[in-house]
């Protein structure tokens, strides 16, 4: 236990933090009063759907004076945040003895997270290294998980899809042994989702985006089978599932119209809850397949600190507290979804959600760089987006598709000024 | 151009009955003058006929069609609204001639037809002009084309010449004369104008309160007022009248009152035989006196005196109540003066002060 | 005297089109509130019929800070929907009847005065409707905490929502004045009324159906206006829309809440409306003027 | 008609509070918008610190593909969207502009859809069209017939997204039609009864000529709307698939949010604004010139009138 | 309570002009009635005195003040407008005490004035009836009690009976009559009813074509009409216009026509003098005629009778020219027979054929 003496210079501070509406954010606010128990720091919660968070993120981190002690913000707002030099950089708390908890045990992190989440100004800009420094903490990450109908694929003894071959395979096999039903649950509403699942497919597959000198490379082999295996995943899904966004995915899954589905450890709870789902019971779980390597994507939320928060100091201790090992575990045996590694292992959380341990073991190959974290990703990512949105619904050719892309990618990021050093 | 039939007809606006149980029948081809004191009904009626006005109680026929229910569009009809109810976005020729475009009419047969009234109308100057570039009889002139453009089988007129001249509607009224004679449709006529009413009307209907006091020919109206209030609402200046007796003398039977005692015809005696002793009201119209030579049997001191033109309205006395009397004079007579004169036996008009009923 | 029209006896047809009219617009809202009692496993499943088992599970949880007890399901209340109805309230009443005062006052100088300036007005006023708030929002939100320093307050609100209805109460007001009898300004111009009590004494009584209409319009837009009160609201002034969204993760679409939470959202300008649209009634005028 | 002689700071006592309203919150931030169509802004920076680059933001837009797919759908949805709605909706409207039984319970009913938020409404038809669940789809099953693919194919996107709208806004062209309609003076109507005009002729010569200059300005004011759609199609479709129903509207609010470039979304409003601005102009000179003609016309049988009279 | 003074007043609608270069004095406490047929202007005149409508050329001042540019609410007046424009929203009692309402008057004050007026109009029955429930006489009559309530030093009235019936206008002129007399103020009155004009103007002027033909008392305008148009205008029936000859016989004169022949007096004679051989209009009032035995001057075929109670209107033909006669006689005259009739020489009226100016 921390000594109170921690807190005291703040006991009159009202912290005042902004989280998305998130099942994770609401776990951790029925943990919160906890903080107030034990510290005496009143804090209140603004919640907002979180991409109108992040809308009023960015509007209010531009304020000479904000609003806001502590904001959890979406990943891919790293690099605009960090880039206007709006977040501290977390090196000025951690060094300061009066504030840094000495048993937070930081190698307990799960690297995954803060690498993808936390950390900025390394290699590419985005990714740690050498020249990177922390600027939040992951709180509230997911990672991408392969669930699977028990029931299905012992009936029709199944194996367990450990590669990309065997996933693909299954996928189509499954409508032919249940008719009807439909293999591989995806998203593929045109735009970001397209993108999403297309991203899915693409790091395994040992595809990327950029290579390291940022010349586009989505339309290289590798890209292309990935964009094939979406292709394939969707055509053997259920009628209309190229307007399926993730709750639509999901709702398909929970109503036993699907065999598999590949996306986010967030899910998870709700196959469980027998007012969402019809299976419930149902639902096991397996890390994403491995094709030429293993990657899962990661993503989500992570916890920052504003350059002009009102109480800094006070919202470290805060974000602190909600990170340390004992208050990721009460969080994650609310439902939440741990950053921790030790958090996953934890015997009575595996007895209240039995596929932790699966999940702890995924998060092993989390791979941070699934997709570029710059500013002129929003906009490639539409442009990917509708393109095989176009692709799986009006059958464009694949390698055409995936040529316009990389091209006017490369016009995106000629013009953002990626090409000034050749 | 089939009669119109007013059976039973009744007309409340929620508690207000504004028509109360009216019977009438308008024949083939006449040409039926209501009028009575402003609010009594009449525009209600016309619009009841017309099919604007739903009707609460009792039928309507035209010939023997029941069209109580009809729309006003089934019941071939022109009318003259008392507000006009011009089209504000057409102007005066597609105002006057909507009606006929409706009703796909060669076109050049609408031009003549709009042109010829247009001219009788003094309107060929302005028909292009919108209604709100218009003056108020102008306005009205219009309203009056759009009926007289039309062929309809009933005419139905609510005070058509109220805001026009006396020379206009002179005119106007002779053209009516003349097309009702012409054409002998079915028309319809309301008016405040006593010599509108007496020179149109092959029939008059007064009515009161929703109710018809009397209906007949001018001259029956005139001369023959069924009551009170028929007399006092026909003719111009208005009928005087007077409180007064039935007295005996000997055979001859006198109307006397204070100041006065006139002997009534030995037919009038015979008629109102059983009445004497009884009072009565007595009415005059302003007209009935003439000037005698100090023969006569009233000499009346001349309190206020008007000359208008050719004809004098003088106001005197008679046992302390005002009365009017309207003779033709060379000359203005001066107030102040007496005068003497005599009143037709004829022109004598009783009433009984209860019912109002002529006697 | 131009109320009691003859009743035409009305086609039988005219119900059937009714009735599917009726359908065609109220289908989706019957079908909404339907799926608001139900639980998101009936609303997402392809098999389920038209009868399933009502619960009230989301009306629980859209207004569980209004129960006097804990509804089961709930595991956590978010607090703040009963804050959020006040501020959406007196915003979109507050803004509403400034709009509508504001609007027809400039629609009444536009239609009734010559004067320099007045094409020009009345053009500029419909380009500003014209924008996209997704631009604004910057500039507003910028503007707003820097210059004025409304930041976050009801007031700063009001103001934008007022601003943005305006172009549309001037334009659509100006075609319902022009219709008022000038004759009517006349006469009290006559009686001795000025300029402000001709219009308010006068004018703004007879246009009361055009009022009606516009008011039901500016009222729903400020109701449901969503963009700018994200931005321009702090959590004391935040309105219902912002709130409701709360309810869409990308992950979870909690249909279910999401339904009843827009049928409550409803009631208050279906009740607007209804009262509103009382005022739309015939013959504002008549018996004015002759002719 | 009038005399303006007396005070002629009356218009403005009138429009001076409206005026600043408008100047304060609308136009100066607009001016800021314009300003900043020339500039490189993300929403983190403030105005001051984004870079001046002149036209670059129109010239790229000019020559980008999928901005003019985006306008054409715009202008596509945009036409089809406001005649199909002015046309129900002034239907509608003289439908049942009649003395009925519980007439203000109707109007609140096909007032409803506009009532509901957008966002609802948009996940609302987006749960009718869904392929599976959808009753549209379910129905059609039913019936015996192929399910189709309403957000799932472009052209029948796009006409998904169209019906929605018409759903969503027939009741304003229907509201102002029915306050119109219920302005109109009752006596021109009685008029035409009597004129023999059947309840067709009624509403073509006379209740529509009457009503048309409320039902041009609703017009315009839905035109521009139109082109202002935004979350019904953003929840229901995302602009998908492809492009097909990208409307400006949606281009403009991503490209501020998710590609944060204020700049080029200002750019590419004021695209917009132009063409609503010609779109309006046309209208405003056409009212006009017909005025015009009108007054000419007038004015030369006035003038003729008028040498009649003298030479008389 | 001042004079109105209209100066060089010019009024047009864009290239028509309906005013032409009016000049006109209304004294202090003066009832000036404006007459002229149908669409010549007088309303527009009103409209200018009352400040509704703005003036093209010219001034208008009342006392000393120029209140050409004055908004219409400072220059103290009271209106009763053509078309009656009442507050639709306002019941009776609101639209009468709406004035006074503005000016602050005292509640209690406001609804005895309200109230005595309403009697007066009899509207007390209806006084929280809106305008849309009443009937167009009503209507007129709260135009008119929304004028009467009021204070103000000068009263417009156009128009304000036309619609009222013959008892009610006879009742309200009276009522105006009696109310100019006590009060004093201006009144400018406008209407076609000639008994208004000729009891109730002090002053008469009549327009024609948006200029003044003649403006004088009631009898001057009768006796002495200044020119053709007047003569035809005032009085009614209206004046019989004859082509004639003046022909100098010895010492007299006579103006003759096919088949006539009448005398002038020697006073006429002499002011002649200079025009003999020339043609004039001959213009002869209806009522001028005068029956006598067979010794006067003309026998005139009855052609039309019209009796309308206590007199009768009769057409005739003189030299090819129809005529019109009113006497009054006990009993209608039948048409087709022969009459013979007198004139007196005063009531014969000439004109210039071109300048239509009288001689
Ligand atoms: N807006 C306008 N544009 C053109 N001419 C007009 C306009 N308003 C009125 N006029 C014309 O001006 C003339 C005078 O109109 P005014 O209303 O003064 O006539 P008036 O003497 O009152 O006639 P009435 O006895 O019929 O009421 C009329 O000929 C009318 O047609
Ligand atoms: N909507 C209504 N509600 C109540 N009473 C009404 C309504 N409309 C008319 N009335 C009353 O009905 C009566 C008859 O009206 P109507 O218009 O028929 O009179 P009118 O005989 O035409 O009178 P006027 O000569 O003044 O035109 C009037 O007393 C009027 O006040
Ligand atoms: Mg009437
Ligand atoms: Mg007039």
């Not at chain 3, 617009?25 to 038209?50: C, E, Q, R, W, Y």
Request: proline letters at 6%; charged letters at 20%.
């Amino acid at each position: 236990q921390m000594p109170a003496a921690v807190y005291e210079p703040y006991q009159d501070v009202t912290l005042v933090v902004n989280f998305p509406a998130h099942p994770h954010y609401d776990a951790a606010m029925r943990v919160l009063p906890l903080f107030t128990e034990e510290t005496g720091i009143e804090v209140e919660v603004d919640q907002l759907q979180y991409l109108r968070m992040r809308e009023r993120q960015t509007l209010e981190l531009t304020q000479d004076e904000g609003d806001y002690d502590l904001i959890a913000y979406v990943v891919f707002s790293k690099a605009d945040y960090v880039f206007a030099d709006q977040l501290h950089n977390l090196a000025r708390f951690f060094m300061d003895p009066s504030l840094a908890d000495p048993n937070y045990n930081p190698d307990d992190l799960i690297d995954g997270y803060v690498q993808n989440i936390g950390v900025a100004g390394g290699t590419k800009g985005y990714l740690p290294g050498p020249t990177g420094s922390l600027f939040g903490i992951p709180f509230g990450s997911e990672t991408s998980v392969l669930g699977y109908r028990t029931d299905i694929f012992e009936e029709h003894g199944l194996e367990v899809p450990e590669t990309y071959e065997e996933l693909l395979e299954l996928a189509c096999l499954i409508p032919e042994l249940e008719p009807g039903m439909g293999g591989l649950a995806s998203r593929a509403a045109s735009g970001h989702q397209a993108s999403h699942a297309y991203l899915l497919h693409l790091n395994p597959l040992g595809g990327g985006i950029f290579d390291d000198n940022w010349e586009p490379i989505v339309n290289n082999a590798q890209g292309v089978e990935a964009a094939e295996a979406l292709k394939s995943i969707v055509d053997c899904g259920i009628e209309g599932s190229t307007t399926f966004g993730p709750s639509e995915a999901a709702a398909a899954f929970a109503q036993g119209q699907y065999g598999m589905f590949l996306d986010s450890i967030a899910f998870a709870a709700g196959f469980e809850d027998p007012s969402r789902s019809t299976i419930a019971g149902n639902v096991g779980w397996a890390m994403h397949p491995m094709g030429v390597e293993r990657a899962s994507q990661t993503g989500g939320f992570g916890l920052a600190i504003p350059r002009n928060a009102p109480n800094a100091e006070a919202a470290f201790l805060l974000m602190q507290w909600l990170t340390s090992p004992r208050i990721d575990l009460m969080i994650a045996m609310e439902g939440g979804n741990p950053s921790r590694f030790s958090t996953y292992q934890d015997a009575a959380l595996n007895e209240r959600f039995p596929y932790s341990a699966t999940f702890g073991e995924a998060l092993r190959f989390a791979d941070p760089d699934w997709r570029p974290i710059i500013p002129t990703w929003g906009e490639i990512n539409a442009d990917l987006g509708t393109t095989l949105s176009q692709v799986l619904t009006e059958g464009v050719d694949i390698q055409e598709a995936l040529d316009g892309v990389a091209e006017r990618a490369r016009g995106i990021m000629d013009e953002a000024g990626y090409y000034a050093w050749q | 151009m089939p009669e119109i039939r007013l059976e039973n007809l009744r007309k409340a606006y929620g508690p207000v009955t504004v028509i109360e149980n009216l019977n009438l029948t308008m024949d083939d081809g006449e040409f039926t003058v209501l009028v009575g004191p402003s609010g009594c009904g009449k525009s209600t009626t016309l619009r009841m006929i017309a099919g604007l006005e739903s009707v609460t109680g009792g039928s309507i026929s035209i010939g023997d069609r029941d069209v109580t229910r009809l729309d006003p569009k089934d019941r071939d009809l022109a009318m003259v609204f008392q507000d006009y109810a011009l089209y504000p976005h057409m102007n005066v020729a597609k105002n006057m001639s909507f009606a006929l475009r409706l009703a796909r009419y060669p076109k050049a047969e609408i031009d003549s037809r709009v042109k010829e009234v247009a001219v009788t109308l003094g309107l060929d100057q302005h028909l292009d002009r919108r209604p709100g570039e218009l003056s108020g009889g102008q306005r009205q002139r219009v309203a009056m084309g759009r009926a007289l453009v039309r062929d309809a089988s009933t005419f139905l007129f609510d005070e058509p010449l109220s805001n026009l001249d006396a020379k206009l509607r002179g005119q106007m009224r002779a053209e009516l004369a003349l097309m009702s004679k012409r054409i002998q449709k079915n028309m319809v006529y309301v008016t405040h104008d006593q010599i509108e009413a007496m020179t149109l009307g092959d029939k008059i209907v007064v009515m009161r309160g929703g109710e018809i006091m009397q209906a007949g020919t001018p001259e029956e109206l005139y001369r023959r007022p069924a009551n009170r209030f028929v007399a006092g609402f026909i003719g111009s200046p208005t009928m005087n009248f007077l409180s007064a007796e039935l007295q005996q003398e000997g055979d001859a039977l006198f109307v006397s009152g204070p100041g006065f005692q006139i002997p009534l015809s030995p037919e009038r005696t015979q008629s109102l035989d059983g009445r004497k002793d009884r009072s009565v009201q007595l009415g005059i119209r302003p007209s009935a006196f003439a000037e005698d030579d100090g023969s006569g049997s009233l000499t009346l001191p001349i309190v206020l005196s008007e000359y208008i033109g050719a004809q004098s309205v003088l106001m005197s006395e008679l046992g302390g109540q005002s009365i009017q009397i309207e003779i033709s004079t060379a000359a203005p007579i001066p107030a102040g003066e007496s005068r003497s004169f005599r009143i037709d036996n004829e022109e004598l008009h009783l009433f009984d002060p209860q019912t109002e009923a002529a006697l | 005297m131009s109320q009691g029209h003859i009743e035409n006896r009305t086609n039988p047809a005219f119900y059937v089109l009714l009735i599917c009219l009726v359908v065609m617009s109220a289908g989706p809202i019957v079908l909404m509130l339907a799926n608001s009692f139900k639980l998101n496993v009936d609303i997402t499943s392809p098999t389920a019929s038209l009868f399933f088992m009502p619960t009230l599970q989301n009306y629980e949880t859209a207004l569980c800070e209004f129960l006097p007890y804990d509804p089961e399901h709930l595991r956590r209340c978010d607090p703040t929907f009963g804050r959020a109805l006040v501020n959406s309230l007196i915003i979109s009443l507050v803004s509403t009847a400034l709009t509508l005062v504001l609007g027809c006052m400039a629609a009444y100088a536009i239609v009734r005065f010559r004067f320099m300036g007045r094409d020009a007005a009345s053009f500029t006023t419909l380009i500003m409707r014209m924008v996209p708030p997704a631009v604004l929002l910057v500039p507003v939100f910028g503007i707003w905490n820097e210059q004025f320093g409304l930041d976050g307050t009801r007031s700063g609100i009001i103001l934008v929502y007022v601003a943005m209805n305006l172009p549309f109460v001037i334009w659509i007001l100006q075609s319902f004045i022009v219709q008022v009898p000038i004759q009517l300004e006349e006469a009290a111009r006559i009686d001795g009324a000025g300029p402000f009590r001709v219009f308010f004494l006068v004018v703004l009584p007879l246009i009361k159906p055009g009022l009606a209409a516009a008011a039901i319009f500016t009222f729903r837009v400020a109701w449901n206006e969503f963009l700018l009160a994200n931005a321009l609201s702090d959590r004391n002034s935040r309105t219902v829309p912002v709130t409701i969204v709360n309810s869409i993760t990308e992950y979870n679409i909690d249909w279910g809440v999401i339904m009843a939470t827009g049928m409550l959202l409803a009631i208050p300008p279906i009740l607007f409306t209804f009262f509103a649209s009382r005022q739309i009634i015939t013959g504002m005028t008549a018996g004015a003027v002759k002719g | 008609m009038n005399i303006q002689a007396a005070n002629r700071l009356t218009p403005y006592m009138f429009l001076a509070p409206a005026a600043a309203v408008m100047i304060i919150a609308l136009l100066y931030p607009i001016g800021y918008m314009v300003y900043a169509s020339f500039l490189d802004w993300n929403p983190s920076q403030r105005i001051g610190e984004a870079e001046f680059i002149g036209l670059r933001n129109y010239i790229n837009l000019w020559n980008s593909d999928s901005f003019w797919e985006s306008f054409w759908v715009t202008i596509r949805f945009a036409a089809l969207v406001v005649s199909l709605e002015m046309f129900l909706g002034v239907g509608l409207a003289l439908l049942l502009d009649r003395q009925l039984r519980g007439m203000a319970v109707l109007r609140t009913i096909f007032i409803l859809p506009m009532m509901i938020a957008p966002i609802v409404v948009g996940l609302m038809w987006r749960y009718m069209y869904h392929p599976q669940v959808g009753v549209f789809n379910r129905w059609l099953n039913d019936l015996g017939f192929d399910t189709i693919p309403f957000l799932g194919d472009s052209s029948w996107a796009f006409a998904s997204i169209v019906i929605a709208d018409i759903w969503q806004w027939t009741p304003f062209i229907f509201i102002l039609a029915l306050a119109a309609l219920q302005s109109l003076p009752s006596s021109a109507l009685e008029a035409a009864r009597v004129d023999g005009a059947t309840g067709w002729q009624q509403i073509l010569y006379i209740k529509l000529p009457l009503m048309m200059p409320v039902l041009i300005v609703t017009c315009l004011l839905r035109l521009i709307d139109a082109f202002k759609v935004l979350e019904v199609i953003l929840v229901m479709t995302n602009g998908g698939p492809g492009l097909s129903t990208e409307i400006l509207a949606l281009r403009i609010s991503r490209t501020a949010s998710e590609f944060r470039q204020l700049g080029e979304a200002a750019a590419m409003s004021n695209y917009l604004l132009i063409l609503l601005m010609i779109i309006t102009a046309v209208m405003f000179v056409y009212t006009r010139l017909n005025d015009a003609r009108l007054a000419r016309i007038r004015a030369a049988g006035a003038r003729a009138a008028q040498a009649e009279e003298e030479a008389v």
